[in-house]
């Protein structure tokens, strides 16, 4: 497996080593001590979660808050604009995004430590998307922020598609109203 830095401090790209053949694929989608190495940091994940969505659909910019979740994000079918925000304010890039395309096909995974807001929209008729989350998640930190904040200008690819969307979600805060880490 292989890293790719971003421009956001701590989020990294990963790129497994896929194994390929007349019978098909193998790879390895993870592995502890490996993952540790290639994030520099000792992550452990107490949580595993499927999120099944259909085309259009957006579901994010979500944050627990102050128990801080970093995710390892990847698409077990189909595929989806993976969205991650930085949502710590003494960060130097603070509010600044990152969108990269996941699938079933291209099997990256994307790291995103705590600190950010996370969401994706489906690409595709249907998706599938894992993901490991270093903290349990709690109803009462769950936050949003308002997936079309103006300030964070996010181009979801939704050629002029109406996304489906939670109430949650719809209702969410922009950014300069919402609690955010220090």
Known sequence: MIAIATKLSGLKILEPKVHSDHRGYFFESFNQR?????????????????????????????????????????????????????????????SQHISVELSAENKRMVWI????????????????????????WHQEQQHSLLWNDPELAIDWQLSGYRPTLSSADTNAKPLAEAELFD
Not at 54 to 77: D, E, I, S, T
């Open 113 to 136: 430590p705590p600190g950010f807001a996370h969401g994706f929209v489906a690409l595709s008729d249907t998706a599938d998307v894992l993901y490991k989350a270093t903290k349990y």
């Open 34 to 94: 490996v993952f540790n190495e290639l994030v520099g940091a000792q992550v452990n994940f107490v949580q595993d979660n499927h999120s099944h969505s259909k085309k259009h659909v957006v579901r994010g910019l979500h944050y627990q808050y102050p128990l801080a979740q970093g995710k390892l994000v990847r698409v077990a079918q189909g595929r989806v604009l993976n969205v991650s925000v930085d949502i710590r304010r003494s960060s130097p890039t603070f």
